[in-house]
């Protein structure tokens, strides 16, 4: 007894390293390094991991902004059968069912055979991105008779990477007069295009000493949006103006406005092989796209109910009521949990039967990781560092944010049946870190194991993903919903 646990315990240890499909040549510290994904694809295979990227870039085409991510996804979601979820009556087994927070966050939904109660499985990812606000009253006079937009940067971008690149304005204005406009400007042929002006090297001198994180302060992140003064009025009342004509709105309308600064490019494939895509925005509309699409894409009726759960404001620490830390996903639970127990018992659900159907819960919290950086790759812990193009990556931070064992054995052996090749994440100890929205769902008491893939050039204005690992993270998800 004591051989064959000693036996099984070496096994398990070993399995992270006997998982991967393997090259024999070692690392210089010894370990066995992991296979490419690209080189355990058939010619098939291969085929369908570019076909696969094609809707995604269309889908990053249309998502600008979390609120249209939603939208996006939500068409999807229609053109596949999902419905507004809008009675209890609609909560059978078969189900396909979309709930709406606001339309920023969604939850979609496959209903299982067996009750949400005896457990669910979900894949939960955020959609909003690095980006640049406007402030409520933004536009202003500057030195040398522009107009300029004053912003709040939002999330953990590098301000200097902004400078000197067409930027696009999104998002939409709500009146007090009761309309809703929406604004796309910087993406069709003939749109204007915002740009923050740098310095140039002839006169820069007395920027020079600033650092890497300050080439740009806050206050600086200001792109231009106007040079022709009127006769009487300043460059600003002009450009007011010419706001007020075209929109038909007043000055407060703009305090009520939800305006983005993205930069004003489209998704792209990167390198003459085509095995890189390249956007803005893919941390992480990468994981929200994926994870809805393979519930989309699900056949026939689960076991376990499935949830794709896309939520909003992860950059800036999941607040506000659309963020993972609302209660939204708790009342999304009761509504779905009451109408199967008022179906079978006549009764509604209490308050412990939604605890307890969080508690037998399955999640997967899917977010981009940063990979391995040609240029700088002494930024990275080489023997526990995501590299592009290597398939799913696990993370495993420590301090308590990490499953416990038994979860991710499951989930690892969910990954090596379905031969999906995979790696792991961990920061470099006291150079980097990270998150995603798993804490929240940890903390009603869901089984959550931190994924994702890695990404090039990770919180910039253009990012890179490799399509093969798209395609194994689809692969990933789409057998977890259906693990039993």
Same mark, same amino acid.
């Given at each position: 007894?004591?051989?064959?646990?000693?036996?099984?315990?070496?096994?398990?240890?070993?399995?992270?390293?006997?998982?991967?499909?393997?090259?024999?040549?070692?690392?210089?510290?010894?370990?066995?390094?992991?296979?490419?994904a690209w080189l355990t694809l058939s010619a098939a295979q291969r085929e369908q991991v570019f076909r696969f990227s094609d809707p995604y870039k269309d889908y990053l085409r249309h998502a600008k902004s979390a609120a249209l991510s939603a939208r996006e996804l939500s068409h999807l979601?229609?053109?596949?059968?999902?419905?507004?979820?809008?009675?209890?009556?609609?909560?059978?087994?078969?189900?396909?069912?979309?709930?709406?927070?606001?339309?920023?966050?969604?939850?979609?939904?496959?209903?299982?055979?067996?009750?949400?109660?005896?457990?669910?499985?979900?894949?939960?990812?955020?959609?909003?991105?690095?980006?640049?606000?406007?402030?409520?009253?933004?536009?202003?006079?500057?030195?040398?008779?522009?107009?300029?937009?004053?912003?709040?940067?939002?999330?953990?971008?590098?301000?200097?990477?902004?400078?000197?690149?067409?930027?696009?304005?999104?998002?939409?204005?709500?009146?007090?007069?009761?309309?809703?406009?929406?604004?796309?400007?910087?993406?069709?042929?003939?749109?204007?295009?915002?740009?923050?002006?740098?310095?140039?090297?002839?006169? *820069?001198?007395? @920027?020079?000493?600033? /650092?890497? +994180?300050?080439? $740009?302060?806050?206050?600086?992140? %200001? =792109?231009?949006?106007?040079?022709?003064?009127?006769?009487?009025?300043?460059?600003?009342?002009?450009?007011?103006?010419?706001?007020?004509?075209?929109?038909?709105?007043?000055?407060?309308?703009?305090?009520?406005?939800?305006?983005?600064?993205?930069?004003?490019?489209?998704?792209?494939?990167?390198?003459?092989?085509?095995?890189?895509?390249?956007?803005?925005?893919? *941390?992480?509309? @990468?994981?929200?796209? /994926?994870? +809805?699409?393979? $519930?989309?894409?699900?056949?026939? %009726? =689960?076991?376990?109910?499935?949830?794709?759960?896309?939520?909003?404001?992860?950059?800036?620490?999941?607040?506000?009521?659309?963020?993972?830390?609302?209660?939204?996903?708790?009342?999304?639970?009761?509504?779905?949990?009451?109408?199967?127990?008022?179906?079978?018992?006549?009764?509604?659900?209490?308050?412990?039967?939604?605890?307890?159907?969080?508690?037998?819960?399955?999640?997967?919290?899917?977010?981009?990781?940063?990979?391995?950086?040609?240029?700088?790759?002494?930024?990275?812990?080489?023997?526990?560092?995501?590299?592009?193009?290597?398939?799913?990556?696990i993370k495993k931070y420590g301090a308590g944010f990490d499953p416990n064992s038994e979860f991710t054995a499951r989930v690892l052996h969910l990954l090596d049946a379905n031969s999906i090749p995979w790696q792991t994440q961990t920061p470099r100890v006291d150079v980097g870190g990270?998150?995603?929205?798993?804490?929240?769902?940890?903390?009603?008491?869901?089984?959550?194991?931190?994924?994702?893939?890695?990404?090039?050039?990770?919180?910039?204005?253009?990012?890179?993903?490799?399509?093969?690992?798209?395609?194994?993270?689809?692969?990933f998800m789409s057998a977890f919903y259906t693990i039993d």
């Amino acid at each position: 007894m004591m051989l064959r646990r000693s036996l099984a315990l070496a096994a398990l240890l070993l399995l992270p390293t006997l998982a991967h499909a393997q090259d024999p040549a070692a690392n210089p510290d010894g370990r066995v390094a992991p296979k490419s994904a690209w080189l355990t694809l058939s010619a098939a295979q291969r085929e369908q991991v570019f076909r696969f990227s094609d809707p995604y870039k269309d889908y990053l085409r249309h998502a600008k902004s979390a609120a249209l991510s939603a939208r996006e996804l939500s068409h999807l979601a229609a053109a596949a059968g999902f419905q507004d979820f809008t009675s209890p009556a609609q909560v059978k087994p078969g189900a396909r069912l979309i709930l709406s927070n606001r339309g920023r966050a969604t939850l979609y939904a496959v209903i299982g055979s067996n009750p949400i109660a005896s457990g669910s499985r979900m894949v939960a990812a955020h959609q909003d991105s690095p980006h640049i606000n406007l402030k409520s009253r933004p536009v202003l006079n500057a030195p040398g008779s522009v107009a300029i937009l004053k912003t709040i940067p939002y999330g953990g971008l590098k301000r200097y990477q902004w400078a000197n690149l067409p930027l696009a304005l999104v998002g939409h204005i709500d009146t007090v007069d009761g309309r809703h406009l929406e604004i796309n400007i910087g993406f069709h042929p003939g749109d204007p295009v915002f740009v923050i002006p740098d310095a140039a090297p002839h006169s *820069d001198k007395l @920027l020079r000493t600033r /650092t890497y +994180t300050e080439v $740009l302060g806050g206050e600086e992140m %200001t =792109p231009v949006v106007g040079s022709i003064p009127g006769e009487k009025d300043t460059v600003a009342d002009e450009v007011m103006a010419l706001l007020r004509s075209r929109y038909k709105i007043h000055d407060e309308d703009l305090v009520a406005a939800e305006l983005e600064l993205v930069p004003a490019t489209q998704p792209a494939d990167v390198g003459f092989d085509l095995g890189l895509t390249g956007s803005w925005g893919q *941390d992480d509309k @990468l994981s929200a796209y /994926t994870a +809805t699409r393979a $519930l989309l894409d699900l056949k026939g %009726t =689960p076991g376990k109910t499935a949830f794709a759960y896309i939520t909003n404001f992860e950059e800036v620490g999941s607040d506000n009521n659309t963020g993972a830390g609302s209660d939204f996903l708790d009342s999304a639970f009761t509504a779905l949990l009451d109408a199967q127990s008022q179906a079978a018992s006549g009764k509604p659900a209490s308050a412990l039967d939604v605890r307890n159907a969080q508690a037998a819960t399955l999640v997967l919290s899917a977010d981009t990781n940063d990979g391995v950086n040609p240029i700088f790759p002494g930024n990275s812990e080489a023997s526990n560092s995501a590299i592009v193009g290597y398939g799913v990556t696990i993370k495993k931070y420590g301090a308590g944010f990490d499953p416990n064992s038994e979860f991710t054995a499951r989930v690892l052996h969910l990954l090596d049946a379905n031969s999906i090749p995979w790696q792991t994440q961990t920061p470099r100890v006291d150079v980097g870190g990270g998150g995603t929205i798993g804490g929240f769902l940890s903390q009603r008491n869901m089984e959550v194991l931190d994924i994702g893939i890695p990404l090039l050039s990770m919180h910039a204005t253009y990012e890179m993903s490799s399509k093969v690992d798209l395609w194994e993270y689809y692969r990933f998800m789409s057998a977890f919903y259906t693990i039993d």
